[in-house]
């Protein structure tokens, strides 16, 4: 190194700002204060986000068992529309007659068009 390098540090190194080391000091009741505050307001924080966590997790729960509900009425809605499909047909029909001891009709009378109108254009 040359000796020019040598001064030049050695002369800035004295105009450096000495640079204290901070420690806390809890002489001092406001800053005491402060500290507990901050410490209160995180352990609030993060116990209010464990509640919103744990609402959030029941919810998805909730949903999941209403959604396993609205599963089963609809297969229970499927199988009534089939019920009511069956119980209207024909076959079942002629068999609530047969039971209701009616008679079946024999003799058929139609109406025959003459042709005429009736109302006039």
């Known amino acids: 190194m040359s000796p020019f390098y040598k001064f030049r540090k050695s002369a800035t190194a004295?105009?450096?700002p000495e640079i204290k080391k901070t420690r806390f000091?809890?002489?001092n009741k406001s800053s005491l204060l402060v500290k507990v505050l901050v410490i209160i307001i995180l352990a609030g924080s993060?116990?209010?986000y464990l509640l919103q966590i744990n609402s959030l997790?029941?919810?998805?729960?909730?949903?999941?068992?209403?959604?396993?509900?609205?599963?089963?009425?609809?297969?229970?809605?499927?199988?009534?529309?089939?019920?009511?499909?069956r119980l209207r047909s024909m076959a079942e029909l002629s068999e609530k007659v047969q039971n209701l001891d009616m008679v079946p009709i024999t003799d058929f009378a139609y109406i025959v068009d003459t042709g005429t109108g009736v109302a006039k254009r």
């Open 25 to 27: 000091n809890f002489n």
């Open 57 to 85: 997790a029941t919810k998805g729960f909730q949903i999941q068992e209403l959604e396993s509900k609205v599963a089963k009425y609809d297969e229970e809605n499927k199988k009534l529309s089939l019920d009511a499909v």
């Open 46 to 48: 993060v116990f209010l």
């Open 14 to 16: 004295s105009k450096r």
